[in-house]
């Protein structure tokens, strides 16, 4: 791997790092269940940053009791990993969003389109190995339990098994299983 996707694995990893860590802070009474890399967006001619979300079991509660008409277990799994409908949200800064500028205009030294598709596809791969880093980090400084979970979540679902060891995805992402059956 290049210095360029290490530093783009470190900079995502850093980022979801301190996003849990303030979470904690603010609401040190919630449990942190999990995080999110999410929002991915990439045409080949522009590429953003993702946003971090972090989950908590209360937050979860608050959103699903958002929907009194509809059974709440209905909601439950759709909307924990649902990055745009939980508040703990955190925008890339200008720092990270300069990091995936640096790697598109890079990643096509010639212009090409097909160029710069292929460096986003690359760029999107990078979540997941910062996901399994940023658990890592977080379990071992004990700023989150062990069964807290971190994935990227991209529009087609393809990060998700990346970001997970397969008891992990079992457990939470099921429908990864019986769609792979």
Sequence with gaps: MTTQ???????????????????????????IYG?????????????YWPMVTVGTEESLRAVIQKYP?????????????SGADLPHGFDPSDDVQAIADAVHTAASPSGLFEERVHAYNRFLRCFPHAAKA?????????????????????????????????SQLRRHFPEYEVAER
Excluded at 9 to 31: I, N, T
Excluded at 69 to 81: H, K, V, Y
């Design 134 to 166: 940023a658990r890592k980090t977080l379990i071992a400084a004990g700023d989150v339990e062990k069964d807290f979970v971190a994935i990227a979540a991209d529009e087609s679902g393809e990060l998700i098994p990346l970001s997970l060891t397969k």
């Design 5 to 31: 996707w290490k530093a783009v694995e470190r900079a995502a990893a850093d980022q979801m790092v301190a996003a849990v860590r303030v979470v904690r802070e603010q609401h040190p009474g919630e449990k």
């Design 69 to 81: 008409e509809d059974d709440p277990d209905e909601f439950l799994g759709s909307l924990r990993w």
């Design 35 to 47: 995080a999110m890399f999410h929002e991915f967006y990439g045409d080949g001619s522009v590429m």
